[in-house]
């Protein structure tokens, strides 16, 4: 009989597998449903990975011998910061980890001599300056919610904690679309040509350093949604709010594909501020009803 703490680790395993792969489809779902909205047939769904084996394949290039380590390291930080959650530890630890973790990413673009790669790194930190208090905020929520910073507590409380806490879902949900990359606060790199800024980030990166960007993209993705599932999760009725749990981040998913297909970049002053401005008045607001209640 398996005991508590061999499911946690269980759990973590899985994510350690599984995550890639989830992350992988997630994406070329995405593709497919971006290509659909520009009116275009769109690539297989199964293009991300077609993709990360042809750049595995490729000739190993690198412009300096650091940028490989440091997208490692960023790589392996993620990964642990993901098996910590689903190991149901401390979440503020998980989400420190995870600035650590985005603190080795503008490294590796800083190293390189590219001007675009430099940029790219810059935005990259506005970027974390922009959604860092944002993701501090939503582990206070957690802990207002049910007491504890503990990722298993959260798990496993009697009440969804967006009934409690759902400014503080709503600022997380909005810096997601930082997080994921996406319009109109892709600041650091970006997908689409018509951006001022293409690439940036990823500008000095090709082959397996590339690919070890996007799979450590779709490690994070994971950890993200599976953050945005423990606002819905709860005990009380586990098997219906599992299900409108992964409900919500199927939509949340969904969500900030439509914005990216309908909003164009904007300046960083403006992205920094909004995301701020967002961030203190809705978990300013939804902590003064928490105290005027309690």
């Known amino acids: 009989m398996l005991t508590p703490l061999s499911v946690r680790f269980i759990y973590a395993i899985a994510y350690i597998v599984l995550a890639p792969f989830i992350g992988g489809l997630l994406e070329g779902i995405g593709r497919k449903i971006s290509a659909r909205m520009q009116r275009r047939v769109g690539p297989p769904l199964l293009q991300p990975f077609y993709d990360i084996s042809k750049l595995l394949k490729k000739k190993r290039s690198q412009v300096t011998r650091a940028q490989g380590f440091l997208l490692t390291s960023y790589m392996l930080l993620i990964i642990f910061t993901g098996a910590m959650l689903f190991f149901g530890t401390d979440m503020l630890m998980c989400f420190l980890m995870l600035s650590t973790a985005a603190l080795f990413l503008y490294l590796a673009g800083c190293v390189t001599t590219s001007p675009y790669s430099s940029l790219g790194a810059q935005r990259e930190l506005i970027q974390e300056m922009a959604y ?44 997601l679309t930082i997080k994921m990359r996406k319009s109109p606060f892709d600041e650091s790199t970006s997908h689409h040509p018509h951006q001022e800024l293409v690439k940036g980030l990823t500008s000095e990166m090709s082959g397996r350093n590339l690919a ?31 299900l409108v749990g ?45 105290m005027i209640v309690r």
């Not at 939503?138 to 507590?153: H, I, K, M, P, W």
């Not at 960007?213 to 219906?240: G, M, Q, R």
């Open 132 to 175: 860092e208090p944002a993701i501090l905020l939503t582990a206070l929520g957690f802990y207002l919610a049910v007491g504890s910073f503990d990722v298993e507590t959260i798990y496993n409380s009697p009440v969804s904690p967006i009934m409690i806490i759902p400014g503080f879902f709503v600022a997380f949900v909005f810096i």
């Open 212 to 242: 070890i960007f996007n799979v450590t993209e779709w490690y994070e993705t994971v950890f993200l949604l599976a953050v945005v599932f423990l606002f819905i999760k709860n005990s009380s009725a586990p098997l219906v709010s599992g």
């Open 246 to 290: 992964i409900g919500v981040v199927l939509l949340t998913y969904f969500l900030e594909i439509l914005i990216d297909n309908t909003s164009a970049r904007v300046h960083w002053e403006r992205m920094l501020t909004l995301t701020w401005a967002v961030t203190l008045c809705s978990c300013g607001v939804n902590l003064l009803v928490l």
